[in-house]
């Protein structure tokens, strides 16, 4: 059985965690868009049981969360007329919570933005901590019930609801296409605990989800680049997330994030992501007698 080399997967989840598309890479790295593929589902499954494993007890202060939209398949308002329909087809939305200072990517969720997934997420939020924190969210209202369920009154937890509209003064257009409604103000709102006000932000992990969407093709807007498979977009989330939690340096903090954490002391490499892959992955069997087809 044929086996890819080292350094083609190592350029192959490199460029993946870089922006590019699976198409493109398979062009630069002279394989099959099938064997890409094949790489992403294998990577993914096995980042995603690496993150579960070593994201744990995370020492943390402040911690901010928020959703990240993309959409798998089709835009919402267009999934009901799909010629071929997908199962999962619709708005993907990835959930992320980030420790503010360290910058790591505590808990992560892909699916849907109802309060069933917002309790899913808090509560793998609440499994990762070691300690009681400041928990900043955006004013969805799922939060809401979920932060309850999960911690309890064991949390310091505020809402940030940001205000968006026109400057006073500036004339509205008459067509708006792509253009972001403009933040007016925002309103830091106690919910639970004694959070401190200085520290009520979601800056750090708006800006987390910035690079996110800049560092995966499929979430790069206004695009054929989208996901058109939900799972693929799930392995693609969790293979970014290790590489930005244990690959990629933080040029402020000079590590990454899992150093600072305290989750790791050591700076990973992508060789040795795919080194740990091929030390749990199955020794391939025997080939089975070839089948001469008529």
Same mark, same amino acid.
């Given at each position: %059985? /044929?086996?890819?080399? #080292? =350094? ?7 460029? #993946? ?15 099959? *868009? /099938? ?32 959703? *990240? ?8 308002? /267009? ?11 619709? @708005? ?12 790591? *990517?505590?808990?992560? #969720? ?27 969210? @955006? ?14 009154? @064991?949390? @310091? ?5 940001? %205000? ?17 409604? !403009? ?25 987390? /989800?910035?690079?996110?969407? &800049? ?13 058109? =498979? ?5 392995? &693609?989330?969790?293979?970014?997330? !290790?590489?930005?939690?244990?690959? =990629?340096?933080? =040029?402020?903090?000079? %590590? ?19 080194? &740990? %892959?091929?030390? !749990? ?14």
């Amino acid at each position: %059985m /044929n086996k890819l080399p #080292l =350094k083609a997967r190592v350029q192959i989840l490199s460029m #993946l965690c870089e922006g590019s598309s699976m198409r493109s890479i398979s062009r630069v790295c002279d394989v099959s *868009i /099938n064997t890409v593929s094949k790489l992403l589902v294998d990577a993914g499954t096995f980042c995603a049981a690496l993150h579960d494993r070593e994201v744990r007890n995370v020492k943390a202060t402040l911690v901010q969360c928020d959703e *990240i939209w993309s959409f798998t398949a089709a835009k919402q308002k /267009n999934v009901a007329s799909m010629k071929n329909p997908v199962e999962g087809a619709g @708005d993907t939305w990835t959930w992320t919570a980030l420790d503010s200072e360290s910058k790591l *990517i505590i808990s992560w #969720l892909v699916g849907g933005r109802d309060g069933e997934y917002a309790l899913a997420f808090m509560d793998d939020v609440k499994d990762r901590l070691a300690n009681r924190v400041q928990l900043t969210t @955006d004013g969805h209202k799922a939060y809401l019930n979920a932060v309850e369920e999960a911690f309890g009154a @064991d949390i @310091d937890y505020a809402m940030l609801v940001k %205000m968006y509209g026109e400057p006073e003064g500036r004339a509205v257009p008459q067509e708006r296409r792509y253009s972001p409604a !403009v933040c007016t103000g925002a309103r830091k709102t106690k919910i639970e605990g004694n959070p401190d006000p200085a520290f009520v932000s979601t800056s750090h992990v708006e800006r987390a /989800n910035l690079t996110m969407r &800049m560092a995966n093709r499929r979430f790069t807007r206004l695009t054929n680049a989208f996901s058109k =498979k939900f799972e693929n977009h799930v392995h &693609m989330v969790a293979i970014y997330t !290790v590489w930005y939690n244990f690959i =990629k340096m933080h =040029k402020t903090l000079r %590590m990454t994030p899992a150093m600072a954490a305290g989750v790791t002391e050591k700076l990973w490499t992508m060789d040795d992501l795919c080194g &740990m %892959m091929d030390a !749990v992955a199955p020794k391939p069997g025997p080939r089975g007698p070839y089948k001469r087809r008529g």
